[in-house]
DNA sequence: CTTTCAATCTCGGGC
DNA sequence: GCCCGAGGTTGAAAG
């Protein structure tokens, strides 16, 4: 790991560490005060005041404020970032043309300024999601209900793709909703916009929201449209079978 | 701004420093090499890599990798975060009850760790839909009232942008506060901020609130502060995103 | 490239 | 506190 840290350089130097960070596509990291300024699929502006700033290798621009866990202003991976000095003004301008906006940081006092070039090949691995969730009901149906048997997933219909598709063990259709965390009415909703894609069925058709639990609101607007609710939980295993808790911290 | 920043600081002193910007309820930075277990609403584990870490002064609690623009593993706000070093094993958690979620940092080697105590008291100023009534306000001032004239656009005050200056019919001064949305109290404390930069003016200032509607309490702040409100939906939307990129082509 | 949709969405506002 | 809707959503996958 190399890297580069000043502590109050003053603005000529963080130009320096600025380039020389982002020419060696390295980990740009600044405390700085600082005015920002953005234009393009909206328009913002943030007055003076004392803030973080990265800028990453793959074009990642972000000024963050002392609270809130997202930035306050931002510019997508990809963008283009460049350190100016004109008329003794320090600005970053990161920005791209499509959509065409841009982000301009004024930077007024550097409190430190840095740069990392690090190794890290890891990905991220991740489990509990609607997806995982799909998986499971497809492996094992019975955690619907006994008899159940899904026929197809991503089922196509005018008003969207229905997550589940099957049929019980009466063989009457059953249109399944799935949903990763609590669900609103909204789930409710798009659940019976895929009932009404089966008006002319001839015979009646089930459908259920599947879901770790539900708002109050809408388990009411599900028994008004005569829907069901199943609880069913997203697994939370991720791959490689070896019990993460316990090994985790003691493998290295 | 005070601040305190090393480099390659041993497992010892990286706890000390951590300890150190929590408690003064600083923005604690690191570059260090970690790996880190997520629990929770979903579960994730990510192996070992150099990355910058952030927690702030509010408890959000970030791990970012040298790519994409969102952290890689991350707590919200007002959660619980700590480092503890036991066994010769340095890890940072965050943790919340509600949802009940954890996510741990182990960190085996540390570059940079840093806390800055700064100051920043401005908000984000941002103008989306808004700029939309704006523009229609300015082609059309007599949808404000009968003989409204508007002088200017973003007029900036000490307390902020006022989003548009203007004068009734027998010339009294207006100021014009704009809501895409239903306006609460917080739109009409705002307003009277900027009439608070008047205070001085000899004549009796107006302070309007323009929304498509307001809260029962945001009415009662508003007589109270003897501000008026009017009625003012903001102009249909024909994809705001498009119209943007159109007219950021044709002005150019 | 565009379109679509889930997300540990986050964040703010109302209730 | 829960719930709902908006977002410069982001990000990934599929067409």
Redesign the interface.
Known sequence: ?K?L?E?NPDIHRTYEIINEGISKRA?V?L?A?CKVLYQ?????????????I?I???G?F?V??????E????Q??KSNCKASLENGILQITGSRRN??ESLEVEIHCT??A?Y?I????????????EENMREMVFESPELIEEGFRPTSREYQTENGFIDILGKDKNGALMVLELK??RAGVNAVKQLKKYLDCFTDHKEFVRGVLVAPSVTDDAMELLKEYQLEFKELH?P???GGGKN??LD??SS?
């Open positions: 790991m890297f840290s502590k980990f990291v405390m005060c393009g699929r909206a328009k913002s502006r943030l007055g003076s005041g004392d803030r973080f990265i990453k290798p793959d990642s972000m963050h404020q002392d609270r809130n866990l930035p306050v202003n931002w997508p991976p959509p065409p409190y430190m840095s990392f690090g190794e890290d090949s890891k990905e991220l691995e991740i489990a509990g999601y990763s965390r997203p939370m295993e991720l993460l808790t985790f911290f290295s």
